[in-house]
């Protein structure tokens, strides 16, 4: 059993889907979760469900990719729970449409929000995380950073900046007992999957051997793994839960 009790835990997404899941097994193990998603009335909802089963938890709302807000919002966790022991980088977004027809704007807001955003979050906790000489970041990748799926370059351009970004971290902080690991999920059935078009849905469940999505629950139990001690010796690392989507 993973005991995080006395840790204190950032979600970022965790208003909807894996991130949701993830703050709810985090919380049950005994962290005090801050609930991060700029969806302010999912945020409060997820927090005070949390709190009802009894964990401490506090909803703050930030854009992910935004300086000014993260750091305010992160200021609050700590002065409600203490220093940030886990961050858990998974807030993003996802869509598709050919490279070809792509703007700009949809190009740069992808980039923004899925890699963006670990530079700006886990540099706010690194300073804390340094002090204490513990730490966990976890990235939420895809699965799709391997393979890659059409219509969907900007997607995989960034979960693949993800591995790029966790490797690299992973050498610069394992000196001051911080862990830097990602997670490359397969196709989970989350919110998400509506953004996606139905034909790329059947095909995806058609492709993958266990041939369903994932749920949430089958996320979760891994996150747990990294976020707590008997995780100590993932280093760099990425564990892919995916129904044999990419085998690895
Ligand atoms: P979801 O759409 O259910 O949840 C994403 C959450 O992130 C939402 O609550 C949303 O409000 C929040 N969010 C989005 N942009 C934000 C921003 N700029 N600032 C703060 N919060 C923001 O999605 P899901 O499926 O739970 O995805 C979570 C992560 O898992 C994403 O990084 C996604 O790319 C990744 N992933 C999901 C897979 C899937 O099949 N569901 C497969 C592989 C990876």
Redesign the pocket.
Known sequence: MTDLSGKVAVV??A?????KGVALTLGRAGAAIGVL???RA?AEAVAADLTAQGIKALAVV????DVAMVEAAFAKVVAAFGEIDILFN?????NSVDLVDMSEAVWDEMIR??LRSLFVCTRAVLPGMKRKGWGRIIN?A?QSAYKGAPGMVHYCATKAGVLGFTRALAYEVIGDGITVNAIA????D????DTLPPEWVKAKVEGTPIRRFGTVDEVAPTVLLLAGDGGAYYVGACLNMNGGDHMA
């Open positions: 970022t997404g208003g909807s889907g894996i991130g998603d700029r969806n999912s930030a854009d992910v990719a998974n807030a993003g977004i996802d929000v899925n939420t895809s999920p397969g196709p989970i989350t919110p998400i999957k």
